[in-house]
C-alpha cells in the first residue's frame, strides 16, 4: 500500500462526507492552500485512491422499496464460466452490488426492486436464466440500519514515535 501522510487522509476523510465541497472550503477544512490541496486530490485520483464522485439517491424516494439479497449459486466454478456470468450480472441495472463469496454459494448480491411482486418476476425472468446458474436463495431487508458508509481511514494516521500496530 502507498504511503498517504496527514493531508491526504483528511482530504479522504472530507471528500467521504461531503464530496461536493469546492477546493478552496477542502483545502480550508484540511489545513492547505488551494494550490496544493487541488494537487493532493488529483494526485489521490491518478493513483486510484478516489475512484469517483456520485450522489447517494435515497431508492424509496425514487420507488425502489424493496432490497433483496440474492445468493447465486452457479452450476461450475471453472474460470472461463464465471468470467460470462460475471459480465452478465455487471449488465444488470438492478443489481447494485455484487461479490464472489466463500462458503455456501457462489455469488451474493444486492438486488433492487419497486416491489415483492416485480422482484419475484425479475428472479424468475433474468436471475435464474443467467448463464450457468444452478440455484438463487433469497433474503429481504426488513429495515437498513447502516448504507453507504464512510470508509474507516484510522489504521492510515501514522502512530505516534515508539508505538507499533500488531
Known sequence: MELLDKFDIAILNELQREARLTN????????????????????????????????????????????????????RNTGD??????????????????????????????????????????????LINLPNVKDLHTSFSLGEVKAGGALPLGHLMPLPVGNSRK
Open 81 to 126: 464460466v464465471l468470467q460470462t456470468l460475471e459480465e452478465a450480472i455487471r449488465k444488470i441495472p438492478e443489481v447494485v452490488s455484487c461479490h464472489y463469496i466463500s462458503g455456501t454459494g457462489t455469488f451474493e448480491l444486492q438486488v433492487v426492486s419497486r416491489d415483492l411482486n416485480t422482484f419475484s418476476q425479475f428472479a424468475r425472468d433474468v
Open 24 to 75: 478552496t472550503e477542502l483545502a480550508s477544512r484540511v489545513g492547505l492552500s488551494a494550490a496544493p490541496c487541488w494537487r493532493r486530490v488529483r494526485a489521490l485520483e491518478e493513483a486510484g485512491f478516489i475512484t469517483g464522485y456520485r450522489a447517494e439517491i435515497n431508492r424509496h424516494k425514487i420507488g425502489l422499496g424493496v432490497l433483496a439479497f440474492v445468493r447465486l449459486d452457479a452450476a
